[in-house]
């Protein structure tokens, strides 16, 4: 009876995976119960295949996944529970505790991920302290940044040409713990966040909720451990999780982005925006002016903007349309502000007004630089068309997103900056060929558009050449 139930509950898991998974699976399970040598034992009852520690730690005997996420997807592993199976925790995980294991975290309502998800945070099962549920997420970021790099998934972004990512991955890992909310409404922050304990329900509704927790787990499992990495239908939800990088490679450039704010901010992005970023600008290539700046970026499409002060501070800004020079506002409520270090934080629009962005260059009565949120002298982001300076004032809060001051002093110094085209760069966009003397001289194009004229030169622009695949 009791094998049985054992193997019904095998069967059901198991079944959940189609034929060419079910063998992935299999042949996964053979090689680390290879590695653990429990196949070759001279005891009949030993000789069914097991997996131990060292064999995940030493998966494909180069470094797939970081020791300590080896270490919890091994916990998680062994917390499976199998009817009729003696009590007593064994050292070594059975197939079917793997199968089960696997079945739950990457095919598994959130009820399954949870309770394995407690154990990979701490062995003992009960309440958990925020410091654990800290370590485990930080982890978790890690091993992603990890896998992705050591597989070559990073789409043309590489741990070479990105920020260091270690201060990206705690900011990341405090950004997602900052969701952590107790049974009365309350969101402990600080210190004091690692010293309440939370209980299952608390790290339950967690969970639901910040849906970056799940979609990590499964690249580490189907990266880290090579497995049902190939199969499109089923990794949809990491599709984009990296958008491709264009225009960086052999540039010698490192941008300002880090890999966790990268998958942070993407996220953030309207979907259809999500598989492309394309470097516009960077002060490092470009220079520090601020008609390069416009001539770089105008009529490119949604993009993002990101900056660094004197003071090492990180932030930015989504813009959702192409930008315009004109002394009006532009773009719509999707845009967004956003801070990347010390914080990793996304502020979207309140609804107070429609200040979203700004662009402005050569005019006599009106602020000439670039904003977003805000008013006029009261910008959330600004950079002065007398490039080098800016502001983020924010007294106590931007009107338009509710970001605080993002920048170390409210005016500050400018360090570097970048732009990056998001999703597919219009076609029209400023064809690269020879350059009319509109791109050149923004200020004349502001008063040919305020006099009502068109740009007679638009259409015999060269054609723009296809930008090169950095993958």
């Known amino acids: 009876k009791m094998g049985n139930a054992e193997s019904n509950a095998y069967q059901n898991h198991l079944s959940r995976f189609l034929p060419e998974e079910q063998s992935d699976i299999d042949g996964l399970f053979d090689t680390l119960s290879g590695l653990s040598g429990s196949a070759g034992a001279k005891n009949a009852k030993a000789a069914k295949k097991t997996v131990t520690l060292a064999a995940l730690q030493a998966a494909h005997t180069r470094e797939p996944l970081p020791e300590p996420m080896a270490a919890r997807l091994y ?9 009729g199976k003696s009590s007593g925790p064994s050292e070594h995980i059975a197939k079917e505790q793997f199968v089960i294991f696997m079945s739950n975290l990457l095919k598994g309502n959130a009820d399954e991920k949870i309770s394995i998800i407690m154990r990979m945070i701490a062995k003992a099962g009960g309440p958990l302290k925020g410091k654990q549920i800290q370590e485990f997420t930080e982890d978790l970021i890690t091993s992603v940044v990890h896998v992705l790099s050591y597989r070559k998934e990073l789409k043309g972004w590489s741990l070479e040409n990105t920020r260091d990512s270690s201060s990206g991955v705690k900011a990341l890992a405090s950004e997602l713990l900052s969701e952590l909310k107790l049974p009365d409404g309350t969101k402990p922050v600080g210190s004091q966040l690692l010293e309440t304990t939370f209980d299952q329900s608390v790290i339950e509704d967690w969970v639901y909720r910040v849906p970056q927790i799940s979609v990590f787990l499964s690249v580490v499992i189907r990266q880290g451990l090579h497995v049902l990495h190939s199969l499109p239908d089923q990794t949809n939800d990491i599709l984009n999780l990296v958008p491709h990088c264009k225009g960086i490679k052999g540039r010698g450039v490192v941008s300002l982005f880090d890999i966790p704010a990268i998958i942070y901010i993407n996220s953030h992005l309207p979907a259809e925006m999500q598989h492309k970023w ?44 192409s930008w315009e020079v004109k002394p009006q506002f532009q773009g719509d409520n999707r845009c967004f502000l956003f801070s990347v270090f010390p914080t990793l934080a996304v502020y979207t629009y309140t609804g107070y007004n429609d ?81 009319s003397i509109l791109d050149v001289d923004p200020q004349a194009q502001a008063l040919l558009e305020m006099a009502g004229k068109s740009r007679q030169s638009e259409g015999l622009r060269e054609p723009l050449e296809e930008e090169e695949d950095d993958d």
Not at 75 to 83: E, R, Y
Not at 283 to 295: M, N, P, V
Not at 300 to 319: E, H, M, N, Q, T
Request: charge should be neutral; hydrophobic fraction near 30%.
């Open 278 to 321: 394309q470097l516009l600008f960077s002060s490092r290539l470009h220079g520090e002016s601020f008609s390069q700046l416009c001539a770089h970026i105008v009529s490119k499409g949604p993009c993002l903007v990101i900056i660094r002060d004197s003071d090492g501070f990180l932030f930015g800004g989504f813009a959702s349309h």
């Open 355 to 435: 200040h979203y962005m700004y662009l402005n260059h050569g005019q006599q009565t009106m602020p000439n630089g670039l904003g977003m949120g805000g008013q006029h002298g009261y910008f959330g982001l600004w950079i002065d068309s007398d490039y080098g300076k800016g502001h983020s004032k924010a007294k106590p809060r931007c009107t338009t997103y509710n970001s605080p001051q993002l920048s170390h002093k409210e005016e500050f110094t400018l360090d570097a900056m970048e732009v990056w085209a998001v999703g597919d760069v219009p076609e029209s966009a400023g064809r690269k060929g020879k350059k």
């Open 75 to 83: 916990n998680g592993m062994k917390s499976i529970d199998l009817p």
